[in-house]
């Protein structure tokens, strides 16, 4: 299958690094080549570390590498299928679908990798919104099994079912959700990190305890607010505003700590600021 992988960052250099590893062809496009370059030297980099660890072979790595081209434009996508993953930012998903419609084939699914945007809002400035999907994978995605699956009202059978089958084909294991705001993995995720916020921001207990209590009482891998710092912190407020807007419950309220935090430009780990400091 030729895939078209839209955003070359952390979340789509990861996808396109798991269909390159299962014989997909996959052309990786960004905003500009220096993007896309980057996303193909962190791949390179996953891959020598599994290289050094026997994972893999050189020549498998290498024939890896062979699978991603750069594609700097979205004109005159031949493709099956085109996955988007941007930023998650409304605006920002619908002129990129808007762009896929008109330059892939009529028979092309077009699937987002968002995790809580509208896939009913995606597909409706396109032509063709019963080949419109949600293909929502967790990060880091070579290492994470699961996908969302989010079929929008106009979804077809037919396209879910292709999605469900790839992701089992991928070596993932799919999770089919509504199309509801945050779907499943989101809708309890951010209202418990959020949680956790507030628990620092009223004075409950400091930054190290509450991730303490968290790892140590359930059994988490880690606190929720170093995995907030993991994913983001202005992407956990992103999906935290379309699940408060989507559903008009107070309880998915942003805290105003994570407000703040996300003013100051300490978005976490990939910043080297958020809840904690990375070096």
């Given at each position: ?35 896309i ?5 962190g ?71 968002t ?6 809002q ?70 418990m ?33 170093a ?5 983001g ?47």
């Open positions: 299958m030729r895939v078209l992988v839209v955003g070359a960052g952390q979340m789509g250099a990861g996808i396109a690094q798991v269909f390159a590893q299962h014989g997909h062809e996959v052309l990786l496009n960004d905003v500009d080549e220096g993007r370059q980057r996303g193909i030297d791949i390179a980099k996953l891959l020598d570390r599994n290289v050094e660890r026997g994972r893999m072979t050189a020549e498998q790595r290498g024939t890896v590498l062979e699978h991603i081209d750069v594609r700097p434009h979205l004109h005159d996508l031949d493709v099956a299928l085109a996955i988007e993953a941007a930023t998650e930012h409304v605006e920002t998903k619908l002129d990129l679908f808007r762009k896929l419609d008109d330059n892939t084939p009529p028979e092309a699914i077009l699937a987002s990798n995790s809580s945007i509208s896939i009913t995606l597909a409706a400035v396109t032509a063709k919104p019963d080949r419109v999907i949600g293909m929502h994978f967790m990060n880091p995605v070579p290492v994470m099994a699961l996908v969302e699956v989010i079929r929008g009202l106009a979804t077809s059978d037919a396209t879910a079912k292709t999605i469900v089958e790839l992701a089992h084909a991928l070596g993932k294991t799919p999770v089919e959700s509504r199309d509801f705001p945050g779907f499943v993995v989101n809708r309890i995720l951010m209202p990190i959020n949680e956790a916020i507030y628990a620092v921001y009223e004075g409950v207990a400091s930054v190290a305890d509450v991730d303490t209590a968290m790892k140590l009482g359930t059994n988490q891998p880690m606190g929720p607010l995995l907030a710092d993991f994913i912190l202005d992407t956990c407020l992103a999906i935290l505003e379309v699940l408060h807007d989507g559903l008009g419950d107070p309880k998915y309220r942003p805290c105003p700590l994570l407000r703040q935090y996300v003013t100051a430009g300490w978005y976490g780990k990939k910043s080297g600021r958020g809840f904690h400091t990375y070096g």
